[in-house]
């Protein structure tokens, strides 16, 4: 089994087997669970993950008849995903604007929209840019989310940002 989860998150997984004769014992056979998780006899890892990296374990079972068998998990922590950029331009009305939003950590591609509120006439965004003309004057406010997709896990961030428009001379 193979994970990827954000360090300084909770983070919990079940274990769990079949067959042989109930109740299970699960133990650490080889290896060590990444630092800050733990391995409970039930089966159940859980804790915080305090430091990234990729960290290979492996994990037996035994049942009531003192069967074993056991399986390799391999977790990979990374840093959390934070949208980096907190503050936009100023945007002048009827003058280009443009500003790529910045982030980092998760795992995998970065995946932007708009979660609330709507840009001013004239500004679209693409992929965590910001770009167009703006055509009116006024207040606006949107939130961001950025979504980074692993093979396994999703890791999400919000930003919230809030703006004023102003006029431009001619």
């Known amino acids: 089994m193979q994970d990827v989860l954000s360090s300084k998150l909770e983070y919990f997984k ?14 650490l056979h080889s290896g060590s669970l990444p630092s800050g998780l733990n391995l409970s006899n039930d089966g159940k890892i859980s804790g915080t993950p305090t430091e990234t990296g990729k960290q290979t374990f492996t994990i037996q079972v035994t049942d009531n ?8 998990f391999e977790l990979e922590i990374v840093d959390p995903l934070v949208i980096t950029t907190n503050q936009l331009n100023d945007g002048i009305v009827g003058t280009p604007f443009d500003q790529f939003l910045s982030a980092t950590g998760g795992f995998g591609d970065y995946q932007w929209e708009i979660y609330s509120g709507t840009l001013p006439d004239g500004l679209t965004f693409k992929n965590g840019q910001i770009s167009g003309t703006p055509q009116l004057f006024n207040l606006w406010r949107h939130c961001v989310f950025c979504k980074r997709h692993g093979p396994f896990n999703s890791f999400r961030a919000g930003q919230r940002f809030g703006k004023k428009l102003c006029y431009g001379w001619q």
Do not use: L, W
């Open 14 to 27: 079940n274990i769990t087997a079949k067959g042989g004769t109930q109740p299970y014992q699960f133990s």
């Open 65 to 72: 008849g003192h069967r074993t068998e056991s399986q390799v």
